[in-house]
């Protein structure tokens, strides 16, 4: 099958790929195509669906990717497991459904290095409320968007135990916000959240599937892409495999990779982008040599502190297997109860030291105390929150070890190996049990469960950090938009460096990952991704003034701080 033709070819149907989607297409003179490896996501799927029921598709064959790293020197050796979704939607059909743009002080940190000026908080802003309808913004908020597909619901909250973290934040001696994603994030509060009525928001069912008839739009799934096809250094196309079929061919006028920050690398080294000695020493012949591609790998890591509940007021009974037909039934039929909620209702942003201008640390609060793939520790009640630090200065890396496309790239992230990332994690723990410390929780704490009290010096925080620690899930930044030797994509086209007809717009384009959940700026890099490859006006640049806790200081020192 050699005779198709798009003008645009968008690989990956995930987050980036669902708004590409919608975008590209509403010129009806664009013929666009989406290909997505993983499956459909049937309206019917209860574990897509549910909000409560995230934890099941993590580490299933039929929702997730199931990657994992190479051994961690600086953990021990273990490998740490990094869960993709493997289906439309990409992972907004398997995330934790939490909304977080990350601080405006990230985007001034993007916008200060060289190229990256239209990449700033100013300019950011106008996508962000483009993509967004917050229903729990006022209607002027200069902060928030009305009318974009994706509807932001904001955490109720109304667990006691939520009510009591905030006030032990506050007796801490953190403030309260009421908008993490407005004009001050530092700060504890409800989170937003993309649930709507009681139902996941994903990227897919945002953008794709409202506009799935349009005569201009194919979406095909199962359509795992081995190769992007060059005459000279323009890409005209793609190669790819639909199910166990034979390999197909398509032409387009433009390629865009939206398979993020793990699948975009690969593809492109794959297709003889990266690299040059690394590639030609796998037999693979060089299109453009760009070091850059798969270097510059970004993540979050976190652990969960965890302590016991006293009184019966946690979540926990709702994870009882005799418990679960009346919830999903409540879930299903009112679209209400500990079914329609994700749970990460509240959290918040707080520096660990005074040198950092920004929030480096994001605190997640659960009303339970639960891992991801849904194990309990002993006990019934219980309660944690998940910390970590937010822009460490480790990096890794992401090399193809084979030219099979099968075969799952190398990732070492090298968490824990910088000396700023291991003492923002001695103080990262530090300060979440000082908010559990605080008398507000004197009437619910039976003790610290997880690491235990037993863990008490920086050495015992590290040492249990690299045996208990997972990723967050925000891997990112692998090819990265910016001028200098290591960048990958042009900050004003999206274009890939030194070649025609191919872009990138996912998460592996942003040059630092920002300080929060990576969904939200994923979207809006591919909002504004839309209109610099269409050829649009880009939004104009709405300056406001948003919280800084040092005025005076300057976007680069806090990204490095």
Same mark, same amino acid.
């Given at each position: 099958m050699s005779d198709q033709q798009y003008d645009f070819v968008i690989v990956g149907g995930g987050s980036a790929g669902s708004a590409l989607g919608n975008r590209l297409s509403a010129d009806p003179g664009n013929r666009v195509l989406v290909l997505e490896a993983g499956r459909k996501d049937s309206r019917w799927d209860v574990f897509v669906h549910m909000p409560a029921a995230l934890t099941y598709p993590i580490g299933s064959r039929f929702y997730d990717w199931k990657y994992e790293t190479e051994p961690e020197p600086w953990m021990g050796g273990r490998r740490v497991y990094h869960a993709r979704g493997k289906i439309l939607g990409g992972s907004s059909s398997i995330n934790g459904m939490i909304w977080q743009r990350g601080n405006p002080m990230d985007y001034e940190r993007w916008g200060a290095d060289e190229g990256m000026g239209?990449?700033?908080?100013?300019?950011?802003?106008?996508?962000?409320?483009?993509?967004?309808?917050?229903? @729990?913004? &006022?209607?002027?908020? $200069?902060?928030?968007?009305?009318?974009?597909?994706? /509807?932001?619901? %904001?955490?109720?909250? #109304?667990?006691?135990?939520?009510?009591?973290?905030?006030?032990?934040?506050?007796?801490?001696?953190?403030?309260?916000?009421?908008?993490?994603?407005?004009?001050?994030?530092?700060?504890?509060?409800?989170?937003?959240?993309?649930?709507?009525?009681?139902?996941?928001?994903?990227? @897919?069912? &945002?953008?794709?599937? $409202?506009?799935?008839?349009?005569?201009?739009?194919? /979406?095909?799934? %199962?359509?795992?892409? #081995?190769?992007?096809?060059?005459?000279g250094e323009r890409a005209v196309g793609v190669q790819y495999r639909h199910g166990r079929g034979p390999l197909r061919t398509v032409h387009a006028g433009e390629v865009v990779l939206s398979g993020g920050a793990i699948n975009t690398p690969q593809l492109l080294q794959l297709s003889g982008v990266g690299n040059g000695s690394e590639l030609r020493a796998l037999g693979i012949d060089v299109v453009a040599d760009l070091p850059g591609v798969g270097e510059n790998l970004q993540d979050h890591l976190e652990v969960y502190i965890q302590h016991a509940a006293k009184q019966p007021v946690s979540i926990a009974p709702g994870m009882k297997w005799w418990r679960k037909p009346g919830i999903g039934a409540q879930w299903l039929f009112l679209r209400k109860g500990l079914g329609a909620t994700n749970h990460f209702e509240a959290g918040g942003f707080a520096r660990s030291n005074d040198d950092v201008a920004y929030p480096n640390l994001m605190f997640h609060f659960l009303p339970i105390a639960v891992r991801y793939d849904g194990s309990m520790p002993a006990g019934e009640h219980g309660y944690q929150v998940h910390i970590g630090p937010m822009y460490s200065d480790a990096r890794g890396t992401l090399k193809i070890r084979s030219t099979d496309p099968r075969v799952q790239p190398a990732m070492r992230f090298n968490y824990l190996s910088t000396e700023q990332d291991r003492r923002e994690w001695v103080e990262a723990v530090q300060v979440a049990r000082k908010i559990f410390a605080q008398p507000a929780f004197a009437p619910y704490s039976a003790g610290e469960i997880s690491p235990g009290p037993e863990i008490e010096t920086p050495e015992q925080i590290l040492s249990w950090v690299a045996r208990d620690a997972e990723t967050a899930l925000h891997p990112s930044c692998t090819a990265k938009m910016g001028t200098d030797p290591l960048s990958v994509v042009d900050p004003t086209t999206m274009g890939v460096h030194g070649l025609e007809g191919l872009r990138v717009a996912d998460a592996s384009a942003m040059p630092y990952v920002t300080n929060g959940n990576i969904y939200a700026p994923v979207m809006m890099l591919a909002e504004k991704a839309a209109d610099l490859i269409l050829g649009n006006t880009p939004l104009a640049p709405e300056h406001v003034e948003f919280y800084r806790h040092r005025p005076a200081a300057a976007p680069q020192a806090a990204g490095q701080a």
């Open positions: 239209s990449w700033d908080f100013a300019h950011c802003l106008p996508y962000f409320k483009r993509l967004e309808n917050c229903l @729990a913004a &006022a209607p002027d908020d $200069p902060f928030h968007g009305h009318d974009g597909p994706l /509807v932001l619901e %904001r955490g109720p909250a #109304t667990n006691p135990l939520f009510g009591a973290f905030l006030a032990a934040a506050q007796e801490a001696g953190y403030a309260l916000t009421d908008d993490v994603n407005g004009y001050r994030q530092e700060g504890f509060g409800p989170f937003d959240r993309n649930v709507h009525r009681g139902r996941r928001l994903s990227a @897919a069912r &945002a953008y794709l599937h $409202p506009v799935m008839d349009r005569p201009n739009l194919t /979406v095909e799934t %199962r359509a795992f892409v #081995t190769k992007i096809l060059f005459e």
